[in-house]
């Protein structure tokens, strides 16, 4: 730094170039850093309520949800997504809407001062941008989507009213553990005493385990609420003192959506009505993301992990779509063959692989044989578009994941911000 001119001429790809550079470790999983920032920028409390959003799958879809219920019932909403797509900017949002360079350059300003060369890594720069944009504004709720983790991930120095597990998989076992307990304990690390909890379905022992031993007053899908797939485009929720029926299916899972109304009615008397108009139209970039391109149907999906590909082959099972095509891209620390397996014994499709970037990126080549030598190996997302464009003259069903980054290469297809 050249002091505080320098600071001020920075735009927000410089800064992200910076705070990328101001720890020696990506991810250096701890607490006490944070609590001390937090400590020296007065952030806490930051809003009158506060909501915790942790799992392996359906965190995002969970947060935009809660967002999206408590907007259109009138309160005032600062939410975190994680990770971007292709803006940085995705990761805060005020209102439903995403801050502007200025703004998050501002914010970035701020922790720079404070921290006095305090060792930070990128994400716990980033989540300290949110909960100062946070703490400055007249907030009712903020919604804070957990990393990969939960109980030392850089959001739980804050306490929250209400946490919430969406589900429990395999992912990230080097930082997690090796089984779906020890994840699970390690989500659950979001957990106060007799805090109100929002389980998802299905989870380890563990969870139960560590609300129970909290105190925490806990309500769990299929124990306190239940969602049921309707024939046809709908859905119905169920729960201890709210019923609602056929509700038209949109773009996100009845599961995630089912959370988030568990969330919501703890926060604000909910209006059927407004729920109705409100459910089928939230949408969230790369969550079963249907678009019209080249005369063919695209499917984009962020699913990377065995239980998010399973949980969307169901999704695309209820829809009635299927594809003829499949681009797939992985990073290299995941679970390649169980996510090929899950998706392939439920789909019959020509599979396209391609390569995706940056430190964990896996070449196509790569993928192919951790897939078992299945699929044909392409550069990327555009050349698997010239291919499919070339080879199939009728319209065609084309499911596109397995990264981020997929979903980043398509943008950059298209010459577009967002598919949405």
């Not at 983790?149 to 076992?173: C, E, P, Y």
């Not at 998010?308 to 594809?323: C, H, S």
């Not at 030598?373 to 578009?385: I, K, Q, S, V």
């Not at 464009?389 to 069903?397: E, M, Q």
Request: a negative charge; one cysteine or more; hydrophobic letters at 40%.
């Amino acid at each position: 730094m050249n002091g505080v001119a320098d600071i001020n001429s920075r735009s927000l790809d410089k800064w992200l170039d910076y705070i990328q550079e101001q720890h020696d470790k990506e991810i250096d999983m701890g607490l006490d850093r944070m609590f001390e920032m937090v400590k020296r920028l007065d952030l806490n409390p930051i809003a009158p309520k506060v909501v915790t959003v942790a799992g392996t799958n359906g965190k995002g879809s969970t947060c935009i949800t809660i967002e999206q219920l408590l907007l259109s019932h009138g309160l005032k909403v600062g939410t975190t997504l994680s990770p971007h797509v292709f803006r940085f900017n995705e990761r805060i949002r005020l209102e439903g809407g995403e801050l502007s360079d200025q703004e998050i350059c501002g914010h970035f300003e701020a922790i720079e001062l404070a921290r006095d060369g305090l060792p930070l890594t990128y994400f716990e720069f980033s989540s300290l941008a949110a909960l100062v944009a946070f703490s400055q504004c007249d907030l009712d709720v903020v919604i804070l989507e957990i990393g990969l983790g939960g109980r030392l991930d850089a959001f739980n120095v804050i306490d929250a009213d209400i946490a919430v597990v969406t589900s429990i998989g395999f992912d990230h076992q080097e930082f997690l553990g090796e089984s779906l307990e020890e994840i699970g304990k390690e989500k659950a690390g979001i957990f106060r005493p007799e805090q109100k909890v929002v389980l998802g379905a299905d989870m380890p022992r563990t969870v139960y385990e560590t609300s129970k031993a909290l105190g925490c007053e806990e309500s769990a899908m299929g124990k306190n609420f239940r969602y049921q797939e309707g024939k046809g485009s709908s859905w119905s929720y169920f729960s201890e003192d709210l019923n609602m029926e056929a509700i038209p299916r949109g773009s996100l899972s009845a599961h995630n959506l089912s959370l988030a109304l568990e969330v919501t009615r703890e926060l604000v008397d909910i209006d059927p009505s407004i729920v109705i108009q409100t459910l089928p139209v939230i949408s969230l970039q790369g969550r079963m993301t249907e678009l019209l391109l080249d005369g063919h149907n695209y499917v984009f999906d962020v699913c990377h992990n065995s239980q998010g590909a399973g949980f969307f082959v169901r999704e695309l099972k209820l829809r009635g779509i299927e594809p003829d095509f499949v681009i797939c891209g992985m990073f290299r620390n995941k679970d390649h063959q169980q996510v090929f397996l899950e998706v392939s014994r439920n789909i019959d499709a020509e599979w396209i692989l391609i390569d995706t970037r940056g430190a964990r990126g896996f070449r196509s080549k790569e993928l192919r044989e951790a897939f078992g030598g299945n699929g044909m190996c392409l550069p990327g997302f555009n050349d698997a578009r010239a291919y499919i464009k070339k080879k199939s003259s009728n319209p065609s069903t084309v499911l596109a994941f397995g990264s981020f980054n997929v979903l980043e290469q398509a943008c950059e297809s298209m010459n577009v911000l967002r598919i949405s």
